[in-house]
């Protein structure tokens, strides 16, 4: 079975950047649509990013838009999420998600979404 392993994640002043990465095992990992998701205290999972499975397009929510891009590298089974120009409200848990669906419109559903990392806890201060 797909798992999915995060890392990166720490505590970064406002305007500062960090980068997350995902490690996928246990699957063919360029079958795989990949996906961000953050969590912060008191609200619902936020979907952020999506990545096609060769890597050739990426669709970005409007709130990071600009700041964050995510990249993958398939002969390593690795998932990266660049984050720049980090403010406040964008601490949360950070989580990496898989799908095997094809061709779908739903790229921003929690639902889709049946392998999940374990999280990442990123912090920014002001």
């Known amino acids: 079975q797909v798992r999915l392993v995060e890392s990166g994640g720490g505590l970064v002043q406002a305007g500062g950047s960090l980068r997350l990465s995902c490690a996928a095992s246990?699957?063919?990992?360029?079958?795989?649509?990949m996906a961000w998701f953050r969590q912060a205290p008191g609200k619902e999972r936020e979907w952020l990013l999506a990545i096609s499975r060769d890597g050739s397009k990426i669709i970005y929510a409007d709130s990071v838009k600009g700041r964050f891009t995510t990249d993958r590298d398939n002969a390593k089974n690795t998932l990266d999420l660049q984050m720049n120009t980090l403010k406040p409200e964008d601490t949360a848990v950070y989580y990496c998600a898989a799908t095997l669906t094809i061709n779908t419109n739903d790229y921003d559903k929690e639902w889709l979404y049946k392998y999940w990392g374990q999280g990442t806890q990123v912090t920014v201060s002001s």
């Open positions: 246990g699957g063919t990992f360029s079958d795989l649509g």
